[in-house]
């Protein structure tokens, strides 16, 4: 399945195309990326005309849409879930949803050491940070435990504490912010800097299920940094 994938959770905008097989895994075709916050609305478009270049193929040509819904960045958020849904919608395919925490966390668990228990956390800013907690079950894969949260570090690290003790959780390793590992060195986590990347989010739309452009959503978890005063 051809499918395009829209990553703008974070001050970074970035997509990529690829076939995503369930059986075979995913074939990167062309992806881009930059980093210039506050532009996404400007960056993404031209990107996706880009990268079907590069590949080789017509807008028509794709079967599905991939998007980061969040938790993050209000304005990168509203251009990449507003676009996947309008692109989607034209183009009468469907949207395989993903969150922000949870690409960061499939992109990596392979990669870190061995855990009992995997954070993924991404900056908020005004001093927060967007979280969640993973477990790794029998099959040795990690299974999300809460939903995405958002919260300062000090208040992410208790609750995470309070987990880690009822679990018997000897073992952590925390994904992304650095200042929520920080918070939780009574636990002396291990620590991977990380960020959600379009590339990541095509193999993980291989294990999600498509639904309809008008079933998706931004999880925003608060409202934006900048918003209009009522006289």
């Not at 996706?48 to 040509?61: E, F, M, P, R, Y």
């Not at 590992?181 to 990380?194: H, I, K, M, R, Y």
Request: proline share 6%.
């Amino acid at each position: 399945m051809l499918t395009l994938a829209i990553e703008t959770a974070t001050d970074s905008c970035g997509c990529a195309i690829g076939i995503v097989n369930k059986t075979s895994g995913t074939e990167t075709l062309a992806a881009e990326r930059t980093d210039t916050p506050r532009h996404h609305a400007e960056q993404l478009v031209p990107q996706i005309q880009s990268i079907t270049q590069k590949a080789g193929v017509q807008l028509n040509d794709i079967e599905a849409i991939a998007v980061d819904i969040g938790p993050g960045l209000y304005t990168g958020l509203r251009v990449g879930v507003t676009t996947a849904i309008t692109m989607a919608t034209a183009l009468n395919v469907d949207v395989i949803a993903a969150t922000s925490l949870d690409i960061v966390a499939n992109a990596h668990t392979a990669s870190t050491a061995p855990a009992d228990l995997l954070v993924a956390a991404l900056d908020a800013r005004r001093g927060e940070v967007f979280w969640t907690l993973y477990e790794r079950n029998e099959s040795e894969t990690m299974v999300r435990l809460i939903d995405p949260s958002v919260a300062t570090p000090e208040v992410a690290a208790d609750a995470i504490s309070a987990i880690a003790a009822d679990r018997h959780a000897t073992n952590l390793h925390v994904l992304g912010d650095t200042d929520l590992a920080q918070a939780l060195t009574a636990l002396s986590p291990t620590s991977t800097s990380a960020t959600p990347q379009a590339e990541d989010l095509l193999s993980l739309a291989q294990t999600q299920q498509p639904v309809a452009p008008n079933q998706i959503a931004p999880l925003y978890l608060r409202t934006p940094d900048a918003v209009l005063s009522t006289p």
